[in-house]
């Protein structure tokens, strides 16, 4: 089969995808499939890229996928078209998946998803619903604290909120009365700690608002907690958990822990740092809270109708012990620090075959689609 690797995009996450979609490409069965790349510069233009790319980040393990931007090789795309979708200069590339390692706007938030589904053609990873609703924090969070699922205590501001200096400094001195300092600020709908502070005071709590609005829209206010960070990476179709498909059982692997050396886990300690934290697998716990942990786990992928991979991310209280639900990442990071493949690699799941097992999900999932009536 075909498969294209889709790279790159416009987010403040494109050069870790470039890293991410590495590791995805070297990590594809060439004796089942041929990868083709294509990357998404920064302004949104999509590029088929050269055999000669793939060969070398297949050969070398420290290499980064690069976009070249080649007019002649500009990709369109035709909606409707089936494995014929995607084409340069008029012919069809022949693509029976996509791989979109894309993270962030405008690749892990719905929109690239729905152009998939409007091209008909099988893609890795959740759909158009689950995509977005993941993408927005506090969406998340109403959806999990309907579902009785453990959440930390939050607030979010809007932009609105900022054309009324009554409103806001309501919310503001709202916010410091109900949850207290620290405080964490994160734009609702931003990935990899993008826009993220830590506030101990009001100056400070004022200036990661303002940094946070550069990110975002809607800006989300939690208690900080003095906490362990765990996570545990999750695959399976929740919709569908066909019983004839192993790939679409919903499965929650070995949880690890995360451990900062940074003030909290940001983005150049989840990406740029390798001494930014030390990552612990399995995470020392003891065996009931592991299995607390994924049971609650696959409880947050399910209710959130989450489909092919995610890595769900945990808070435990050092002081009380309590588990807290933190956020849901739709496509994780695939880089060689990443979590997600070495969590599953800790379960017996090495690289390979989870990309495998994704592309088997993604095509599954297709077919299951495509049975379903659209017409009278």
Known sequence: MNIAVIYGGKSGEHEVSCISASSVARNIDTTKHTVVLIGITKDGRWYKQSQALFDTIKKDEKAVLTITEEESQLISIIPGAEKGSFAVQGKSLDIDVVFPVLHGTYGEDGTIQGLFEMADIPYVGCGVMASSVTMDKEKTKQIWAQA???IVPYMCMRRSDLNDSAVYDALFQKAIDTLGFPLFIKPCCAGSSNGA????TPKEFSMALMDAF???DKVLIEKAISAREIECSVTGNATTASADCEAEQVKAYIPGEIIPTHTFYDYDAKYTDPDGAALQIPANLSKEQI????????K???VLDAAGLS???FFIDKNDGTLYLNEINTMPGFTSISMFPKMCEAAGLTFTPLTELLITEAIKRYADRKALRTSL
């Open 300 to 302: 947050a992928y399910t």
């Open 311 to 313: 890595r769900v991310d």
């Open 197 to 200: 502070s830590r506030a101990n």
């Open 148 to 150: 009785g699922l453990p």
């Open 291 to 298: 299995e607390q942990v994924r049971s609650i786990a696959i």
């Open 214 to 216: 550069q990110w975002d």
